[in-house]
């Protein structure tokens, strides 16, 4: 079982930055891809970055490719998205995730852990 808890958002003015960081507990955090996802109200969960366990494999979503930067700590058990340049469509709750498996995935089903969510609000 992993336990993960995330922290950093907030309320950020267009064009702002937000670092946010995910930490993570419960058994080995090295051998897990982890990811983030984002909901906005009355939209689906969607992917936003995920890494893996050894961090030489990176997604991003189209729409924060090259704004966005995922990293991870295994010492520290600590996975972090580093968001640039943020737009109101930015908006949303962002979730950290963890999966079983150490590879990159995108799709929100092939992860079994998820935190509670952090808010990231962006104003224009």
């Known amino acids: 079982q992993v336990q993960l808890v995330e922290s950093g958002g907030g309320l950020v003015q267009a064009g702002g930055s937000l670092r946010l960081s995910c930490a993570a507990s419960g058994r080995t955090f090295s051998n897990n891809a982890m990811g983030w996802f984002r909901q906005a109200p009355g939209k689906e969960r969607e992917f936003v970055a995920a890494i893996s366990w050894s961090g030489r494999g990176i997604s991003y979503a189209a729409s924060v490719k090259g704004r966005f930067t995922i990293s991870r700590d295994n010492a520290k058990n600590t996975v972090y998205l580093r968001m640039n340049s943020l737009k109101p469509e930015d908006t949303a709750v962002y979730y950290c995730?963890?999966?079983?498996?150490?590879?990159?995935?995108?799709?929100?089903?092939?992860?079994?852990?998820w935190g509670q969510g952090t808010q990231v609000t962006v104003s224009s």
């Open positions: 995730a963890a999966r079983r498996n150490s590879t990159v995935v995108v799709a929100t089903t092939a992860f079994e852990y």
